[in-house]
């Protein structure tokens, strides 16, 4: 049994325009840029810092994390990777979560992000204090977040959980004979629910870039390429989810776009995306799925306004200032930490077995 919350209304979200974001930016030259990169690299060693990216912030910031010993990578990954590193300053390129998840995991780490400003519209449609109550009213029911997600939510949850392992996660907890209530994402919990059987509430948020792709459109384009694959997000919708081969994380699906023999791909996620998936998959082309069909319009148009924000002169400054430091409230983030922590145990046990058990509560 799967069932849409009856209510609440969520809150209307500002949706920057992503075209008007990037336009903001003052056009930079080559020397400047080149200038921008080498001060970041010196910043960097001298505040013992390390950079995190996600795969949808701009490719300078992608290289820069590479080439100073940082990481690119998925937001469980991203997790991961700043929990074990030794360096005391973390540095991430992404969004609020994102720098969150990293302050939530490493109270003792100074954690800086490029922008503080970069939101997500599934943490911005699912706040605390509708959350909570609403979980209030349903005790009986394990509580599993996605990582798009204020501390103060996942200090509700029973578990976190991020694309890479939500399948995984879901199937062990119907094993178990519990009854989820999934936030925030309806499309990702829908498919959760699909892939798994389990009986899940799901909260009625979404994601403003991939809630634009566009099934019909993407049919046609199809049609137009009959030996092309689809590899979508799950935070697609179900009609997107119905035509795509492969249906995974941001790391599944450069992973699909390596090991697919298919030569075309056509890709419904941020096309952030294509830096890597390019590198990883060099002779394959890569088509983006489409945005605007009958009657559609899009602000994001396949990249998401607030990955956008994400610049090398803003993480310049901040590397020099010390601004955009995250902070969490201590009780917050002990509770946080819980279902948080949760989630990379579990992630290490499927990595190590692919059925060791998680820790449980
Ligand atoms: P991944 O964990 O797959 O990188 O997804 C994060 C995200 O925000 C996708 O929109
Ligand atoms: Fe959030 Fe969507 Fe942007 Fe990912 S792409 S950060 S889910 S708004």
């Known amino acids: 049994m799967s069932s849409l919350m009856p209510a609440p209304v969520i809150p209307a979200v500002m949706v920057p325009d992503t075209a008007e974001v ?155 004979g519990e009854r989820i209530l999934w936030a925030p994402d309806r499309h990702l919990g829908s498919y959760l629910q699909q892939t798994t059987g389990a009986d899940m509430m799901l909260w009625p948020g979404a994601c403003v870039v991939h809630e634009a792709f566009k099934a019909q459109a993407l049919a046609e384009m199809k049609r137009q390429h009959p030996d092309a694959a689809v590899l979508a997000h799950p935070e697609s919708p179900a009609a997107v989810l119905d035509l795509a081969d492969v249906v995974g994380s941001t790391t599944q699906l450069i992973d699909a776009a390596r090991r697919l023999s298919q030569h075309e791909l056509i890709v419904a996620t941020d096309n952030g995306i294509f830096h890597k998936m390019k590198q990883a998959a060099p002779d394959k082309l890569l088509i983006e799925a489409p945005t605007a069909g009958a009657g559609a319009t899009c602000r994001s148009c396949a990249h998401c306004p607030w990955m956008a924000m994400n610049d090398m002169r803003g993480l310049a400054h901040v590397l020099e200032t010390g601004d955009n430091e995250v902070h969490l409230d201590e009780e917050v983030r002990v509770k946080a930490l819980r279902a948080t922590a949760r989630m990379l145990d579990f992630a290490r046990s499927l990595k190590a077995s692919g059925t060791a058990a998680p820790r449980q509560a």
């Open 22 to 176: 990037l336009a903001r930016a003052a056009p930079m030259s080559r020397n400047e840029r080149e200038q921008l990169i080498a001060r970041i690299r010196q910043l960097l060693r001298k505040q013992d810092a390390v950079l995190v990216a996600h795969y949808y912030v701009h490719e300078d910031l992608q290289m820069i994390a590479e080439e100073t010993g940082g990481h690119v990578a998925d937001s469980l990954e991203m997790a991961r990777f700043g929990h074990e590193h030794s360096a005391t300053t973390l540095v991430v390129a992404g969004v609020r979560f994102m720098g969150e998840t990293a302050k939530i995991l490493n109270p003792e780490k100074r954690v800086l992000m490029a922008t503080l400003e970069a939101e997500c519209s599934l943490d911005l449609e699912c706040p605390a204090s509708q959350f909570i109550p609403f979980c209030d009213a349903h005790p009986d029911r394990t509580v599993v977040v996605y990582s798009n997600t204020s501390a103060e939510v996942k200090a509700r949850a029973d578990w976190v959980v991020t694309s890479g392992i939500a399948v995984q996660l879901v199937r062990h907890l119907k094993e178990q």
